[in-house]
């Protein structure tokens, strides 16, 4: 096991705290932020990563792939000594664009001295080869607000300005209760920090089924960006947060509301086509629990029944196709 959390990322009472970004540069036009340029960046990813997965999902419903390239790293760590990620997947172990063989390459031209993990999402800027932005958080509204000139005909606003406040309030929810909630049970050091991250996982699972009883989604019958950061921890919930990390109170599949949400989304392009439930247990059960010294990999569970049908449309009407004109 990598002792990075141990020494970087734990508290004294046993608590997971998760690192600040380093590269937190906002795409823009104004002065000292990142040019919005078609073909300049390329966005680095691994499909184990939720944080990653929602920039990839967001990037594929806008249509951004022809203005921002995109590089996939394996979801199993290399056998290294730092926090990687590797290029085994292309050819000659190299990111066919970048020429590169590792993560930390690209962080380390940006900043020689960088000593925190190496994190995807990563942008890197093709002119120089460096990192110039690995912010998992705002990403997806640069893609949504910044990168808007760049979106494909008819593309979904994501992030419509009267929703705004409301979409902000929400995510700030989903991130501290949902999304690294199950990595503070996960990586928790104390009984009292995993049973306190434990509880606030699954009261605001409880508070959200109930919430799902009443919309098709998040916002009524529209696809938001807060959809998608709830559905990149739903998606890894059963496959590997409820037993690695033992947020194992309920699984997904047993909230009714949640469990046909997910899979309504999941229907959706951009959810499922970017939903890689290989790359997503091996990188879980193979490097990223504590307890699997002989890297057992499990046989289950079915993905299949993501596509078993739901009753979301028929109970609750179409979606609502936002192109930020009403």
């Known amino acids: 096991m990598s002792e990075w ?7 004294s009472d046993g608590e997971f ?34 944080w990653a997965h929602r920039s990839v999902i967001v990037r594929r419903i806008l249509g951004l792939e022809k203005a921002v390239s995109i590089g ?29 063989r590792y993560l930390s390459e690209a962080y380390l031209r940006a900043d020689p001295s960088y000593s925190g993990r190496f994190t995807v999402p990563a942008v890197v800027d093709l002119q120089t080869g460096k990192v110039v932005n690995n912010d998992y958080f705002n990403l997806t509204r640069y893609w949504e607000v910044e990168w808007k000139r760049f979106h494909k005909p008819g593309a979904p606003d994501l992030y419509p300005p009267e929703l705004r406040g409301d979409i902000d309030s929400l995510d700030d929810i989903l991130f501290h209760d949902i999304n690294n909630g199950v990595y503070r049970a996960g990586f928790a050091e104390s009984q009292a920090a995993y049973e306190s991250a434990f509880d606030q996982v699954f009261g605001r699972l409880d508070w959200l089924e109930k919430r799902l009883g009443r919309s ?6 529209r696809i938001t960006e807060s959809d998608i950061r709830l559905y990149v921890t739903l998606a890894r919930f059963d496959i590997a947060y409820n037993t690695g990390f ?40 193979l490097c990223a629990l504590y307890t699997n010294p002989c890297k057992i990999l499990p046989t289950g569970y079915d993905v299949k029944i993501w596509l078993e049908p739901n009753d979301r449309e028929k109970k609750f009407g179409p979606e609502k196709q936002n192109d930020g004109k009403n």
């Open 5 to 11: 959390h141990i020494t970087d990322e734990m508290r």
């Open 17 to 50: 705290e998760r690192q600040q970004n380093r590269f937190t540069t906002p795409f823009g036009e104004g002065k000292g932020m990142l040019p919005v340029e078609e073909g300049r960046y390329r966005l680095l990813w691994t499909p184990a990563c939720p």
């Open 72 to 100: 996939t790293l394996d979801p199993v760590r290399p056998d290294v000594d730092r926090s990687d990620w590797a290029f085994t997947l292309d050819r000659n172990g190299k990111d066919p664009v970048l020429g590169i």
């Open 216 to 221: 098709r989604f998040l916002f009524e019958n």
């Open 246 to 285: 033992r947020v194992n109170r309920n699984r997904l599949i047993d909230f009714p509301n949640l469990w046909d949400y997910a899979r309504d989304l999941y229907s959706h392009r951009g959810f499922g086509d970017t939903t890689d439930f290989s790359a997503i247990k091996k990188h879980y059960h």
